[in-house]
């Protein structure tokens, strides 16, 4: 992937390759989900909080800030970086599904490090599977659907379906307002 073309342009490749990077490297998409978070941070930020080693965090902040996904908002030392809003939408080949790549999914991805249970699902179904997810577990959030739906629609256990969308609850609650004046629990005691 080249590192030097001009974002200027708004090259489209360029953009899908950088978010490839952060979908493939649990690591990178940690980092952005960071600071986007965070909004905007150092990287003794970076050390500190995700607990990096100094040349680690340099090198995953010059890999993001080289990918175009993540900016230098003051220049002077200390510097401090933030990440740009990603929100790209990915035909599936036989043009039947859309994907879109946000910061809630790529903050999802970034969570596999640290989530079996996330882990497991992108290892069963891969990225297009836990986007798919994601999308339930905001249904689920705002009270639309139920774990048993959800296992239904996508032909999966009632179980993995519990399970991924409890793992993908705290990125849901980071990202989308949900508006679900309705606990999981009675909800799903409704639906039944």
């Known amino acids: 992937m080249s590192r030097t073309s001009n974002r200027a342009d708004g090259d489209i490749v360029r953009d899908f390759l950088s978010v490839?990077?952060?979908?493939?490297?649990?690591?990178?998409?940690?980092?952005?989900?960071?600071?986007?978070r965070e909004g905007e941070a150092t990287v003794q930020d970076v050390i500190d909080d995700l607990e990096l080693a100094q040349g680690t965090a340099y090198?995953?902040?010059?890999r993001l800030v080289d990918a175009g996904v993540v900016g230098v908002t003051h220049d002077e030392q200390p510097r401090r970086y933030a990440a740009r809003e990603i929100d790209?939408?990915?035909?599936?080949?036989?043009?039947?599904r859309e994907y879109t790549i946000t910061p809630a999914l790529i903050h999802a991805v970034g969570r596999r490090e640290t989530n079996a249970d996330i882990d497991t699902y992108?290892?069963?179904?891969?990225v297009a599977g836990l986007t798919t997810a994601l999308t339930y577990?905001?249904?689920?959030?705002?009270?639309?659907?139920?774990?048993?739906?959800?296992?239904?629609?996508?032909?999966?256990?009632?179980?993995?379906?519990?399970?991924?969308?409890?793992?993908l609850r705290p990125v849901v609650h980071e990202h989308y307002e949900t508006g679900a004046d309705v606990s999981h629990d009675t909800q799903e005691g409704v639906n039944e």
Not at 88 to 96: I, N, P, R
Not at 122 to 126: F, T
């Open 20 to 36: 490839a990077d952060l979908l493939e490297e649990p690591q990178l998409a940690q980092l952005y989900a960071y600071l986007t």
């Open 59 to 62: 090198s995953y902040v010059n």
């Open 88 to 96: 790209l939408t990915v035909t599936a080949a036989a043009g039947d």
């Open 122 to 126: 992108i290892d069963r179904h891969g």
């Open 137 to 167: 577990a905001v249904a689920r959030e705002r009270g639309e659907v139920t774990h048993r739906l959800m296992a239904e629609d996508l032909d999966i256990s009632p179980l993995a379906a519990e399970m991924i969308l409890q793992a």
